[in-house]
């Protein structure tokens, strides 16, 4: 399949990660793991729209080249969206519900994954309010407990706009990670 925009930003998010986290020498030997929204359309469902759920992308930090990492990030995507297309709907909905429910447990268990990537499209044309044209649109994220960063984008009128939504004890100087 062809590399998408979506891989494209979690590769772009990897890489700002990996940097970030060298910087203040705190990258992991181990991979960052995202949690990523994605629609999907169950196999054994021909008639309803498309389902929410969610993927663990294997964000593969430890690699230092982009082209390769963004490889690995794609066959990450690709097999944990296979392996959810596969799932009947009843499956789906209770796979749904199971990590839906774990973020409200407190701290009680480890987070499944290290961050919250998101994207959902926005307005394709500009919008105005009285005559004044909205000229930026940026989105705002929820943390789950034990998460410390969720990264999310949204589109408007031709714009691609990132919002980052840290936990600023956990991540100091967070701000890098736009610049990054």
Excluded: W
């Amino acid at each position: 399949t062809s590399t998408t925009v979506n891989d494209i930003f979690l590769e772009l998010c990897a890489g700002s990660l990996r940097r970030y986290l060298d910087d203040i020498q705190a990258l992991p030997n181990e991979p960052l793991t995202a949690g990523v929204p994605v629609s999907i359309r169950p196999a054994d469902d021909a008639d309803s729209g498309n389902a929410i759920s969610f993927i663990i992308a294997n964000l593969n930090t430890q690699i230092n080249d982009p082209l390769k990492r963004l490889k690995s990030i794609k066959a990450s995507i690709n097999i944990a969206k296979d392996k959810l297309q596969a799932m009947p709907k009843a499956s789906l909905s209770n796979y749904t519900m199971v990590l839906s429910l774990l973020p409200g447990l407190g701290g009680r268990t480890k987070p499944m994954f290290n961050v919250t990537i998101s994207n959902g499209p926005g307005p394709a044309s500009t919008l105005y309010f009285n005559r004044a044209k909205l000229e930026q649109m940026y989105p705002l994220s929820l943390l789950s407990h034990g998460q410390a960063l969720n990264i999310t984008v949204v589109s408007y009128a031709g714009q691609f706009n990132v919002g980052f939504t840290g936990f600023l004890d956990t991540l100091p100087h967070m701000q890098r990670l736009a610049t990054y």
